[in-house]
């Protein structure tokens, strides 16, 4: 099946005029020069940055719509965004932040009121309106106080070595006090606008020519959306985009690399692609039968079959990149004897029945037919079903209502998932809850790698997932295109820097 569906895939690029006509504007992105053309997969479902999941919002909206106090750098490097400067206090509870003049894009001037009001926002545990994990986040700070118009004080419970990255994320947007229009409206203050939402198409940005800093390289930015991932690498193909921000099939790296017209960046990511099981209900709240799951899956094969090896095995939820990793794929490598084992142990020796959601992600989409017959092979049967993004979203994110699914959590030093119980895997370890706790309260980032490094094996061993593969940040873009952000650090991808020469 995945053989036919490839050489449907190859020989749709020779009809790329044909294929996507029909769904795409007819003239190449390079006619307009003002005009930066970007290509995903994922439409937004709305513009509620804090109050929807995913991270389709955040890749259109923070740092280009939507700014922090703090902003986060393509090498990893954490700078001030709307805060101008900021210092700690020696006992490492206080952080006082000076602001910038500013300007939101209505035109009314940033205030520190402005950023009490958005923080109180995650830290009223009444306020429904943001999300759950962005409230985890900033879960250490007591209070924030404004100072005088351009001084704000954020007051901690106890130390959190995380606190300053989360100020760079969605969780820490600073929006203007009194917004209420969230999901329709986005009125921020960064080095675009938001224009025109075309749904079903497009979202337009314009640029903000009185950002307080550097000016955007391009006027407008045109984030296109082809759910077909066919017609998504046609339409780079055809050069009716700028730049392709992922290439769906890694297999088609080759492709693009031996057009003279276009250029192929590809960098690193803190995408892990996770086989989530619901920890809650049965046969997954049995630590033997996840141990199993992990054990019947090849990851070699795996990454081969479902990205052409553009993947690194883990063994954990923690990238490659990060102080704290450790190796741990040899905890459970491929033992399909060894899985038969441990179902038999945890009390399922002739398998069982599970349903795997499947949402429309090219990673997913390439893997479940091998993880389906992986599974097939120590005795558990597995029915693959399609979910559109939305009901993912609802159902599998929100309402735990699911066995097994496939997807990509992208969010830097996000271990912290996992010790909330309330999270959709359903995990909950005392154990790792604290290690977690002690990681964040550390005094010093040595202190802080060995806390996670511990809470990693901890992961492992429990298993409340599987660990597939991290992903690769592979892009294409025309010649002549520059700045295109090559590493992904975080919710964002900043355009302000892209320009067509």
């Known amino acids: 099946m995945k053989t036919k569906r490839i050489v449907k ?11 996507v006509g029909s769904t795409l504007v007819a003239a190449p992105a390079s006619a307009v020069s003002d005009t930066l053309v970007l290509g995903f997969s994922l439409e937004p479902l709305n513009l509620d940055i804090s109050g929807t999941a995913g991270q389709a919002i955040p890749q259109v909206l923070l740092n280009n719509v939507y700014e922090g106090l703090l902003r986060i750098e393509p090498d990893g490097k954490i700078v001030p965004g709307l ?17 910038r003049e500013v300007k939101f894009h209505d035109g009314r001037s940033l205030s520190s009121a402005d950023v009490v009001w958005s923080f109180n926002r995650v830290l009223n545990p009444n306020d429904l309106s943001v999300l759950p994990a962005q409230k985890a986040e900033f879960k250490s700070v007591s209070s924030v106080t404004a100072k005088g118009p351009d001084t704000v004080v954020l007051a901690l419970k106890e130390r959190s070595n995380d606190l300053l990255f989360s100020l760079t994320q969605r969780g820490g947007v600073i929006f203007k006090a009194g ?12 080095p675009y606008k938001f224009k025109k939402w075309n749904r079903g198409n497009n979202i337009m940005l314009a640029r903000n020519d009185e950002y307080w800093g550097p000016s955007a390289k391009t006027k407008n930015v045109v984030f296109r959306y082809i759910l077909d991932t066919t017609a998504l690498s046609n339409a780079m193909l055809t050069m009716q985009l700028d730049v392709l921000t992922a290439v769906a099939e890694p297999r088609l790296l080759s492709t693009f690399k031996k057009n003279k017209k276009l250029q192929v960046y590809s960098g690193t990511t803190n995408c892990e ?6 920890n809650s209900r049965a046969p997954f709240n049995n630590k033997f039968v996840r141990q199993a799951v992990r054990s019947a899956i090849d990851k070699d094969a795996l990454i081969k079959t479902a990205v052409a090896g553009y993947g690194t095995k883990i063994g954990s939820f923690v990238p490659p990149t990060d102080p704290w990793y450790e190796d741990l794929s040899a905890l459970f490598p491929y033992d ?5 084992q441990l179902l038999a142990k945890g009390g399922y020796p002739n398998g069982f029945d599970v349903q795997l959601d499947v949402p429309p992600v090219f990673y997913a989409l390439d893997s479940q037919e091998f993880i389906a017959a992986s599974l097939k092979k120590v005795g558990i049967n597995v029915t693959l079903k399609p979910v559109a993004w939305g009901e993912w979203i609802d159902r599998v994110f929100l309402k735990a209502n699911y066995d097994m699914s496939i997807v990509c959590h992208v969010e830097r030093n996000d271990m ?9 895997f359903k995990y909950n370890s005392a154990e790792y809850q604290n290690l977690i706790k002690k990681a964040g309260n550390a005094r010093d980032a040595a202190a802080q790698a060995g806390h996670l490094k511990k809470a990693a094996r901890v992961l492992a061993e429990d298993s409340p997932s599987d660990w597939l593969w991290l992903l690769g940040n592979n892009q294409v873009a025309r010649k002549g295109v520059t700045g295109v952000p090559i590493n992904s650090v975080g919710d964002a991808y900043s355009v302000a820097s892209i320009a067509k020469n």
């Not at 805060?83 to 602001?99: C, R, V």
């Not at 209420?180 to 203050?189: L, R």
């Open 9 to 19: 895939f190859c020989g749709a690029l020779l009809a790329a005029s044909v294929a």
């Open 336 to 340: 399909t004897k060894k899985a038969k």
């Open 273 to 278: 692609v996770v086989l989530s099981m619901n």
């Open 416 to 424: 912290g998932i996992y010790a909330d119980p309330n999270y959709y």
């Open 83 to 99: 805060a101008k400067s900021y210092s700690q206090s020696k006992d490492g509870l206080t952080w006082t932040f000076k602001l």
């Open 179 to 190: 917004t209420t229009n969230m999901a329709t409206e986005a009125n921020g203050t960064g």
